[in-house]
């Protein structure tokens, strides 16, 4: 159990890979605050049928007071926080195309959640991490961001900002024995992602597993050893890094 005693928040937990994280560190022994603009019911019902720790919260990340009712929340249910995945982000509904046409309400919100929303659920937990004598901020950042993927500019922009506030938080926050990594998938094959691609799934998938050493395509699965490892003492002379899990797509 790499993650005994552990207590976890993370942010977009009502499905996809938010939900894989959550399922996948609880049966680590973490114990789970699973939070989300939606429902993250399902998500607390499939860890305690499988045994584990799990409560559940609404947040909005983008609003800052709704970050710190999470926070709360958290502390309330579990009585500390040593791990905050954030996870939230707006990716599969987002409307791609050259980036002279992108549209401005869609950048803002993008800009709103995927960025502002990072670095507000930091300043709510930011505490509670201190008070447990330090702890790992895990950021989900997209290998979008490094490789500067095509007709979603907000998008692009959005996860490289991710990986410049990981750096610069892990630096604030050494001294707090607070790590801060990012993990920069590439697609996976998620509900978001067939949303993303739309009609053109099928091809993308090809074309993305081709342009990867390991030419198959990013599971689920695949990422939470990851994130396991980041949240968990096995990484805990590593801080301010961009892990990439692509296949081998990046290296940077
Ligand atoms: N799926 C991929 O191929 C892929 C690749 C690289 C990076 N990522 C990143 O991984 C993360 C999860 O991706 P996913 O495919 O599971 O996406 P998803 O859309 O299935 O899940 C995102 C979750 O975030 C929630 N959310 C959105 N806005 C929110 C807000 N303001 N406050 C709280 N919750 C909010 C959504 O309700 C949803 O449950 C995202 O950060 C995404 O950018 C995904």
Known sequence: MQ????????TGAARGLG???AEAMAAEGASVYACDVNSCDETVAAITAAGGSAASGSVDISSMESCQAMADGAVAAFGRIDVLVNN???YGGLKGGRFESLDEDQWDAVMNVNIKGVWQTCKACVNPLRKAGGGSIINIA???A?????YGLDYVASKAAVIGMTRGMARELGGDSIRVNAVAPSAVMTESTSEFFGEKMDKAKVVIAKGQVLQRNLE???????????ASDNSAFVTGQTHMVDGGSWFL
């Open 19 to 21: 939900r894989a994280y």
């Open 3 to 10: 993650l005994q005693d552990k207590v976890v928040v993370i």
């Open 220 to 230: 689920t699965h695949d990422l939470t050893g990851t994130i396991i490892y980041l």
């Open 142 to 144: 997209s290998l979008a």
């Open 88 to 90: 939230a982000a707006l």
């Open 146 to 150: 490094v490789f500067g993927m095509p």
